[in-house]
């Protein structure tokens, strides 16, 4: 037989920081405090529109490229996007 959750009659609590936040929820359910909670409405705005660029790379350069991001856990269009926008900001700093 399934036991149901009791609800407890005490509030969530402020929490130090976020690990403290991390540790309670760790050992706590929202479900507990059916009385702290509300459902509430939530829109995201329209992702921003990219725009594609296209560069031709040698297969070894690819190779050299695919290993580093796969070292990092990313793609290897994300490591390329990173890397021209640190240059961006560092030309921006620069001038």
Not at 8 to 18: C, G, I, L, M, T
Not at 59 to 79: C, F, H, W, Y
Request: neutral net charge; aromatic residues 8%.
């Amino acid at each position: 037989m399934a036991r149901l959750r009791q609800q407890k009659s005490a509030s969530v609590p402020r929490f130090a920081d976020e690990a403290a936040a991390a540790a309670f929820w760790d050992k706590q359910s929202p479900l507990d405090y059916p009385d702290e909670f509300q459902e509430v409405q939530v829109s995201f705005p329209r992702r921003l529109i990219k725009r594609a660029l296209t560069v031709d790379l040698s297969e070894e350069a690819m190779g050299q490229l695919t290993r580093v991001a796969s070292e990092k856990g990313i793609d290897p269009s994300t490591l390329v996007g990173m890397w021209i926008l640190d240059r961006l900001r560092g030309q921006a700093t620069s001038t």
